[in-house]
């Protein structure tokens, strides 16, 4: 009896364990030519552009995670054309957005997002090492979407382009007056050389 009460247990836990495997939902960006977005920068031969969404429509339409909203986080793509004979590298860990006032703040470690949209309590008040936590709360698919997603090392060849996301606070209400894109290390691979920095106002034109 004990025994059949254990296995309908389990077959319970499979059960829920499936069925909240299967609530999130992958989405594809569709991404356009670098120069085709408001905000962007052409400059040495390379276009940055950048979009950000900053209402829970506009987040629902590249994450099935309306916990980006409630939390104020901003999703930001960054869309990366080269057309140079060399190779280019960025890193999105050096990807900064400066404010009205120049502070400069840097985009949110992708692991620290997905652990506060997931977990019941905030990050600090949890002593397990964040690996751990991440096996434990998030979704599978909701990891590997955002896993494909991020803009973390791009190596970018010469005449290709790239993508991802990165993420900072939302600012208040939504707006981004003042609000710029700030990219201090954009590595000429091939020489082992910084270009200049890239810097563009985030404000949509209306």
């Excluded at 104020?72 to 060399?86: D, K």
């Excluded at 960025?90 to 957005?97: E, F, L, V």
């Excluded at 309590?121 to 002593?127: A, E, N, Q």
Aim: proline share 5%.
């Amino acid at each position: 009896m004990k025994a059949r009460i254990v296995l309908l247990c389990l077959l319970s836990w499979a059960t829920q364990a499936a069925l909240v495997a299967g609530k999130y939902k992958a989405k594809d960006i569709e991404v356009r030519p670098a120069g085709e977005y408001p905000a962007h920068q052409d400059f040495q031969n390379v276009v940055i552009a950048a979009e950000c969404y900053t209402t829970q429509e506009e987040i629902l339409q590249v994450f099935d995670a309306k916990k980006l909203y409630e939390k104020e986080i901003m999703p930001v793509l960054v869309v990366v054309e080269n057309r140079n004979e060399f190779a280019l590298r960025i890193d999105g860990r050096a990807i900064y957005m400066v404010d009205e006032n120049g502070a400069s703040t840097p985009a949110l470690d992708p692991v620290d997002v997905l652990l506060s949209i997931t977990l019941k309590k905030p990050l600090s008040s949890y002593s397990t090492k964040r690996e751990i936590l991440l096996q434990r709360s998030v979704e599978p698919k909701m990891f590997s979407d955002f896993q494909r997603k991020v803009f973390d090392e791009k190596l970018i060849p010469p005449h290709g382009s790239d993508f991802g996301v990165i993420f900072f606070r939302l600012p208040e209400n939504g707006d981004l007056a003042g609000k710029r894109l700030y990219l201090p290390e954009v590595e000429n691979l091939t020489e082992g050389e910084e270009l200049m920095f890239f810097e563009f106002d985030l404000k949509r034109l209306q």
